[in-house]
């Protein structure tokens, strides 16, 4: 039963419920597939004999007649940014060495609650900061679609291992976190569906903590569905973080009616840079055509502060960052690098615990926060942010749900774009400006490009509307009928 | 390739020195090499120049947005509902003593 692996996670549910295969074997086949994939470097810990236990346990309750949730039984992998209670939690930083969370993320307890097996804690850039999975203390990602003559290629990031576990058959699904589009960016590399709900849809509570207006932690799946099971598991209201929003959670998955007639599809006139390449131009215009076709009404709108959108998150996040990342101090978990004094044993452990990237940020933030600048740079970007925000919501007033590109351009080799930072940040050119606003926005793997690579479309929803961002999904997916699995070779 | 963004030298901020980064590194906490100020304060000015095509724009009367989250923050019963797991706490910790933390010694 080898092709437990190449199974959507309804699949798996309807599967398990028939008992056509139980949770251990199929449990067990994620597991080869995981060890047979090592060099992908898609996971820093891998927790065998505590899935196979979990999955053991679904088991029982499915022979007892009963299950957790929506999730029971199903083999997932877990970004290692959230904390998980007795499993090494590293963040992909030298700094964290060590550090075993004697507690569980709210996120990763409610997929426990539900039912689901992890698998694993997946590779990532260090403390999310990056866009190709090539920040992390634990080596690079190396994503699962390969280049012309077999060329390594970039995961893209920052959740990378998540989107090269889910591509490569390693889990059904897994969990990524997006705070400028570290879930979209890769989903899009790929070719996986992925997806950020809304700022404070999903608890922040035992995430690592980037920059926390932003942060969100969502799914990363091989069909739409999967992402809609996915995140009904995970997302709800949490006492434990204050930014948790206080709303229900809808059944996401009955939100997939495969009817979007009369539905208003905004497209922003800005997405379309200068520059931007003739195949991911060509592929939104497909895109539109499809939904379209399925009886979409298709609207021009305006989101003129989007070109200010890079530059206002790379102040706002490394502000954040620099804030979060204080906490590292050698003292109460993690490395620890000896020092004469306090003051020289926090720059020790700091200097030798954080990678390049991080310490990029970290001094930036530092600096834009720094007495003199704080109004010229961060209160600045907060009001620009605003208008950002409202370009939005303008728009939401005449249309339902808009369509993008993803990002960019395809994945890239390892070693590119790298002597130069802000040719890296211009990968989330695309996903940033809804991570401004907090707003849903989803990536839907719709083609491939002339080397044959994924790439993904992005649609992008009001707040708390991440119904009719996975209805419009759902069309956008079978419309495109993404079969190409790793390389065209198929499934 | 995508273009370079616009770069709107409006000479409001300026471009960062080596004595600048290191200061900002002291208050970071980190430790920089005196050797990987030069290149670091290049990195962090072309990411500085960069940003500020922010300043072209008109701002004013514009509130600064903090958070996306329009809902007040909630408030709860002032009680104890936490705590007594001093051992976990510390479990993690590189060195402690006695139910403590310990650092390196900072009173003469």
Not at chain 1, 229 to 238: E, Q, V, Y
Not at chain 1, 387 to 411: G, Q, R
Request: hydrophobic share 40%; with cysteine; net charge negative.
């Amino acid at each position: 039963m080898s092709d437990l692996t190449n199974l959507t996670i309804a699949e798996a549910r309807d599967g398990l419920d028939a008992g056509d295969f139980s949770a251990v074997e199929l449990t067990e086949k994620h597991i080869a597939a995981m060890e047979a994939a090592r060099g992908l470097n898609a996971f820093i810990t891998e927790t065998p004999e505590l899935a196979l236990e979990r999955a053991g346990q679904s088991d029982e309750r499915r022979a007892a007649g009963k299950t957790a949730g929506s999730m029971d039984g199903i083999p997932v992998a877990v970004k290692d940014l959230f904390c998980t209670e007795g499993v090494l939690t590293t963040a992909a930083s030298h700094i964290l060495d060590g550090f075993t969370p004697p507690y569980e993320s709210t996120v990763t307890q409610n997929l426990r609650d539900s039912g689901a097996v992890m698998l694993g804690k997946t590779n990532l850039d260090e403390f999310a900061m990056g866009s190709a999975n090539i920040t992390s203390h634990y080596g690079n990602v190396i994503n699962p679609w390969k280049g012309d003559a077999g060329k390594d290629l970039v995961p893209g990031g920052s959740s990378g291992g998540s989107a090269a576990a889910v591509a490569a058959r390693m889990a059904l699904g897994a969990i990524g976190t997006d705070t400028g589009g570290s879930i979209r960016q890769p989903a899009s590399f790929c070719g996986v569906v992925g997806m950020k709900p809304t700022y404070g849809r999903c608890s922040r509570w035992g995430t690592v903590a980037f920059a926390s207006s932003l942060d969100q932690a969502g799914p990363m799946t091989r069909t739409v569905r999967d992402a809609a099971i996915m995140l009904g598991s995970m997302a709800g209201h949490d006492a434990k973080d204050s930014t948790s929003a206080p709303e229900g959670v809808p059944d996401f998955e009955a939100a997939l009616s495969g009817d979007i007639r009369g539905l208003k599809v905004g497209i922003p006139n800005e997405y379309r840079i200068e520059g931007l390449s003739p195949e991911i131009d060509a592929l939104w215009t497909q895109g539109v055509e499809w939904l379209k076709s399925a009886g979409a009404e298709i609207v021009d709108v305006s989101l003129p502060n989007t070109e200010h959108a890079l530059p206002v998150y790379y102040i706002i996040a490394p502000a954040e960052a620099s804030a979060n990342l204080a906490r590292y101090d050698g003292l109460r978990y993690g490395l620890r690098v000896p020092g004469d004094s306090l003051d020289e044993m926090y720059a020790n452990t700091r200097s030798e615990g954080f990678g390049d990237e991080v310490v990029r940020r970290i001094l930036i933030g530092t600096y834009v926060l720094s007495a003199g600048f704080y109004d010229a740079y961060y209160m600045k970007a907060q009001r620009v942010r605003r208008l950002i925000s409202e370009n939005f919501k303008k728009a939401f007033d005449d249309v339902d749900v808009l369509l993008t590109p993803t990002a960019p351009s395809a994945a890239f080799a390892i070693g590119e774009k790298m002597d130069d930072p802000i040719a890296m940040y211009m990968n989330d050119v695309f996903t940033v400006p809804a991570s401004l606003a907090g707003l849903p926005g989803i990536s839907v793997p719709s083609g491939l490009s002339s080397d044959g690579l994924p790439l993904g479309l992005q649609l992008i929803g009001k707040a708390f509307d991440e119904e009719t961002v996975l209805r419009a999904a759902g069309v956008l997916e079978t419309a495109a009928d993404f079969k190409a699995m790793l390389n065209g070779e198929g499934s | 390739m995508l273009p370079s963004a616009p770069l709107y030298r409006l000479g409001i901020i300026m471009s960062l020195d080596k004595e600048t980064v290191k200061n900002i590194a002291n208050l970071a906490r980190i430790k920089v090499a005196d050797e990987a100020l030069e290149p670091l304060a290049g990195e962090l000015s072309g990411i500085l120049d960069w940003v500020e095509q922010l300043n072209a724009i008109d701002t004013d009367g514009v509130e600064p947005l903090a958070s996306v989250v329009d809902v007040t923050l909630p408030r709860r019963t002032d009680v104890v509902d936490d705590g007594g797991c001093r051992d976990k706490v510390l479990a993690n910790a590189p060195e402690s003593e006695d139910g403590y933390f310990t650092v390196p010694k900072v009173v003469e």
